[in-house]
């Protein structure tokens, strides 16, 4: 048995998990925060069958697609000297970070 850990974007989360549940996959939510754009996003834990890995993994791949955002530059740090001007910066967002670790033991009381 496997655990995957999804970390995917908040606007990617609600059709993931109704895809995963539809194919019988048992998911826990965590809302958590992202560290390089301070945003959020949602870790998804999910114990699966050593033979139903790629099958979940694909259903991440196919609802959670990478794409272009412009932002604002985040200001500087407090007791910085001078004129701090904003200006828009363009970044990847949603996607997917995937981890897949093995279980020793698995229990559900």
């Not at 390089?36 to 069958?49: D, H, P, Q, R, S």
């Not at 259903?59 to 955002?69: A, D, L, M």
């Not at 990847?92 to 698995?106: L, Q, S």
Request: glycine letters at 8%; one cysteine or more; aromatic letters at 6%.
């Amino acid at each position: 048995m496997k655990l995957i850990i999804a970390i995917v974007h908040d606007d990617d989360v609600h059709n993931l998990i109704d895809d995963l549940t539809k194919e019988d996959f048992r998911v826990t939510k965590l809302a958590t925060t992202g560290g390089f754009l301070k945003a959020g996003n949602t870790t998804l834990l999910a114990g699966v069958e050593d033979d139903q890995v790629d099958k979940a993994i694909g259903i991440v791949k196919n609802n959670c697609e990478t794409r272009n955002q412009t932002i604002t530059s985040p200001t500087p740090m407090a007791g910085t000297a001078g004129v701090f001007i904003p200006y828009p910066i363009e970044v990847k967002i949603g996607g997917a970070t995937i981890f897949v670790v093995d279980i020793e033991k698995y229990l559900k009381l």
